[in-house]
């Protein structure tokens, strides 16, 4: 873009202008390869776990496209791994988090019920604690990419419910992010494989 704002001769706003675009097609292919390999790896790694799963997603982690974290739909419970282009073999080292459904038995029709549910398209997990419920979109992972055992889930929200306890809106709860350049040494670490 820079190239294109000083130079003013068609040749080298030609030449500007293929490079990006060579750039940002050779990304995008690459991209999709990368998912297509990772997706594959996290479906051929829980089968030789013999996890029956009902779907499974995959994303890239943070700041890159070789790292990626996949997670399984196994009755009520998510199983989740990481998978770097480089590695060797599949994965073999999966996360099992229990999804707490029968948490929201009773209030499957409550409005802010059916709304989170078509958000997080069935990748969440219920949280209880003393203030309620908390419903957590784990698709977009963990504050620490599944790297250590202190993350959270960077996507939560907290259950209202009214004076007959329908679940009618939600409020989005901020955790503290921690130290990202640690998180990102850990995911550059582990993306050269294992």
Do not use: C
């Not at 282009?85 to 996360?95: E, G, R």
């Not at 229990?98 to 409005?111: F, K, M, V």
């Not at 209202?160 to 921690?178: M, N, R, W, Y």
């Amino acid at each position: 873009m820079i190239a294109l704002l000083v130079k003013r001769t068609n040749r080298l706003r030609l030449a500007a202008n293929l490079t990006g675009l060579l750039i940002s097609s050779f990304y995008l292919t690459w991209s999709a390869g990368a998912k297509m390999i990772a997706q594959g790896s996290f479906r051929q790694g829980m089968a030789s776990k013999g996890y029956q799963v009902e779907r499974v997603m995959s994303a890239p982690t943070p700041m890159n496209t070789v790292l990626w974290m996949g997670m399984g739909l196994s009755q009520d419970s998510l199983r989740i791994g990481l998978y770097s282009v480089l590695d060797p073999k599949p994965p073999l080292k999966f996360h099992s988090v229990g999804r707490n459904s029968s948490a929201l038995a009773g209030h499957e029709n409550d409005p802010a019920i059916q709304r989170l549910h078509w958000f997080s398209k069935g990748w969440y997990v219920i949280e209880e604690d003393s203030l309620g419920l908390t419903y957590s979109d784990y698709r977009f992972g963990r504050s620490d990419s599944w790297l250590t055992d202190s993350g959270h889930p960077v996507f939560n929200f907290r259950l209202i419910a009214d004076s007959s306890g329908t679940f009618v809106s939600f409020k989005q709860t901020v955790e503290p992010l921690g130290d990202p350049t640690k998180t990102l040494r850990l995911v550059y670490e582990r993306a050269k494989g294992n």
